[in-house]
């Protein structure tokens, strides 16, 4: 007679089952597994593997549409190429006016080769980067669009040729072109051929200078001066005079004293220096990794714009005075604020008043 319990050889008997249960689980995962590496070997391309763990989840039609939209990259201007032109003649005239704004001191600076000390020893592109061809680098891209044009500076009606000599006066601290010479002609030819894919009256995308938020407060030319010495003393140097190569041409130009732009300048605008500098300096730098904050932006700018350098007699600038921008720092105004603050800021009351003021608004 059997004396083991009933409920314990049950439980034997359950505990074998289970066991050849997963024993033949296992058995099937495993052949499984095998047939699956067997197939991919034998049977597939050789790069399979590594497309299938590299592969990523496409989204769904929805969700590819929004990603498609937020991601869509700003197509910027790009300036056209001389050398995909037939005509010799012209090829050959856009040429030289590119390298009259490239190296306009070699040609018209202290030691011109075309006419001596016409200009400060500056050149075009010190202002208008890479030959006025760099997105928000104060770029060419808009000129054959938008000229002919009335302008509020003068009162009067301009075409390029007296915009050229507008640089040559004010930014070159020199004098004018003669509008028929050969080099005037040659600019103008290169400048208006940069924006010749430009529609009349539009505004491309990476043209001028890029928007820069306003300070809630006045600049500050003390924090300006650190921020020079931090960021920009290495090429201007410590007196602002810039550095020459071994043919005395400037290799970093002086941002003030007796051979720097003057005070009708357009970057003697608080506004156009503080974006030109934020979006383009240290040079090298572009408008989607700057280097300065905004605040060092403004202020550097403020330090510079207060330091010694050429006047200019602007009695027949704005003959409209409603006219004159936030920032130009002579008087007299239309709006009610005072002249330090037209320099120095805050813009933004000055701005939103110019701006009542232009529609009639009190």
């Given at each position: 007679?059997?004396?083991?319990?009933?409920?314990?050889?049950?439980?034997?008997?359950?505990v074998k089952l289970f066991r050849q249960f997963w024993g033949l689980v296992s058995f099937l995962v495993l052949f499984i597994l095998?047939?699956?590496?067997?197939?991919?070997?034998?049977?597939?391309?050789?790069?399979?593997?590594?497309?299938?763990?590299?592969?990523?989840?496409?989204?769904?039609?929805?969700?590819?549409?929004?990603?498609?939209?937020?991601?869509?990259?700003?197509?910027?201007?790009?300036?056209?190429?001389?050398?995909?032109?037939?005509?010799?003649?012209?090829?050959?005239?856009?040429?030289?006016?590119?390298?009259?704004?490239?190296?306009?001191?070699?040609?018209?600076?202290?030691?011109?080769?075309?006419?001596?000390?016409?200009?400060?020893?500056?050149?075009?592109?010190?202002?208008?980067?890479?030959?006025?061809?760099?997105?928000?680098?104060?770029?060419?891209?808009?000129?054959?669009?938008?000229?002919?044009?009335?302008?509020?500076?003068?009162?009067?009606?301009?075409?390029?040729?007296?915009?050229?000599?507008?640089?040559?006066?004010?930014?070159?601290?020199?004098?004018?072109?003669?509008?028929?010479?050969?080099?005037?002609?040659?600019?103008?030819?290169?400048?208006?051929?940069?924006?010749?894919?430009?529609?009349?009256?539009?505004?491309?995308?990476?043209?001028?200078?890029?928007?820069?938020?306003?300070?809630?407060?006045?600049?500050?030319?003390?924090h300006g001066e650190s921020v020079y010495v931090d960021k920009c003393v290495s090429c201007h140097q410590a007196d602002g005079q810039?550095?020459?190569?071994?043919?005395?041409?400037?290799?970093?130009?002086?941002?003030?004293?007796?051979?720097?732009?003057?005070q009708g300048a357009g970057l003697y605008r608080m506004s156009n220096f503080a974006k030109y500098v934020k979006w383009n300096m240290?040079?090298?730098?572009?408008?989607?990794?700057?280097?300065?904050?905004?605040?060092?932006?403004?202020?550097?700018?403020?330090?510079?714009?207060?330091?010694?350098?050429?006047?200019?007699?602007?009695?027949?600038?704005?003959?409209?005075?409603?006219?004159?921008?936030?920032?130009?720092?002579?008087?007299?105004?239309?709006?009610?604020?005072?002249?330090?603050?037209?320099?120095?800021?805050?813009?933004?009351?000055?701005?939103?008043?110019?701006?009542?003021?232009?529609?009639?608004?009190?």
């Amino acid at each position: 007679m059997n004396s083991q319990d009933p409920h314990r050889q049950m439980d034997a008997v359950h505990v074998k089952l289970f066991r050849q249960f997963w024993g033949l689980v296992s058995f099937l995962v495993l052949f499984i597994l095998l047939l699956f590496l067997y197939i991919g070997y034998f049977t597939q391309p050789a790069t399979w593997w590594s497309e299938w763990l590299t592969a990523k989840p496409q989204p769904s039609e929805s969700i590819a549409s929004t990603l498609s939209t937020n991601q869509a990259e700003v197509r910027y201007w790009v300036a056209p190429d001389i050398e995909s032109l037939n005509d010799e003649g012209q090829k050959l005239q856009l040429r030289y006016g590119r390298e009259l704004v490239a190296h306009t001191a070699q040609y018209f600076g202290p030691n011109g080769s075309i006419e001596a000390n016409k200009t400060n020893g500056l050149n075009c592109q010190n202002c208008h980067l890479e030959a006025g061809t760099k997105v928000f680098g104060n770029n060419y891209s808009r000129v054959a669009a938008t000229y002919p044009k009335l302008r509020a500076r003068s009162g009067q009606v301009e075409d390029v040729y007296k915009r050229i000599n507008d640089c040559f006066e004010r930014s070159l601290n020199g004098q004018a072109l003669a509008v028929d010479s050969k080099e005037m002609q040659a600019m103008a030819a290169y400048i208006q051929f940069l924006g010749k894919d430009v529609p009349k009256g539009e505004k491309p995308p990476g043209s001028g200078f890029k928007d820069l938020a306003f300070l809630n407060r006045p600049l500050d030319p003390i924090h300006g001066e650190s921020v020079y010495v931090d960021k920009c003393v290495s090429c201007h140097q410590a007196d602002g005079q810039g550095l020459k190569d071994p043919n005395g041409v400037y290799t970093y130009p002086p941002l003030w004293g007796p051979l720097s732009y003057n005070q009708g300048a357009g970057l003697y605008r608080m506004s156009n220096f503080a974006k030109y500098v934020k979006w383009n300096m240290p040079l090298g730098i572009n408008h989607d990794d700057p280097e300065l904050t905004d605040e060092e932006a403004w202020d550097v700018a403020a330090w510079v714009n207060t330091q010694p350098r050429p006047g200019k007699d602007l009695s027949q600038d704005w003959p409209d005075i409603a006219k004159k921008p936030y920032d130009h720092p002579f008087g007299p105004y239309a709006d009610g604020f005072s002249e330090a603050q037209h320099k120095f800021g805050p813009f933004g009351p000055i701005k939103a008043k110019l701006e009542a003021l232009a529609t009639g608004a009190n």
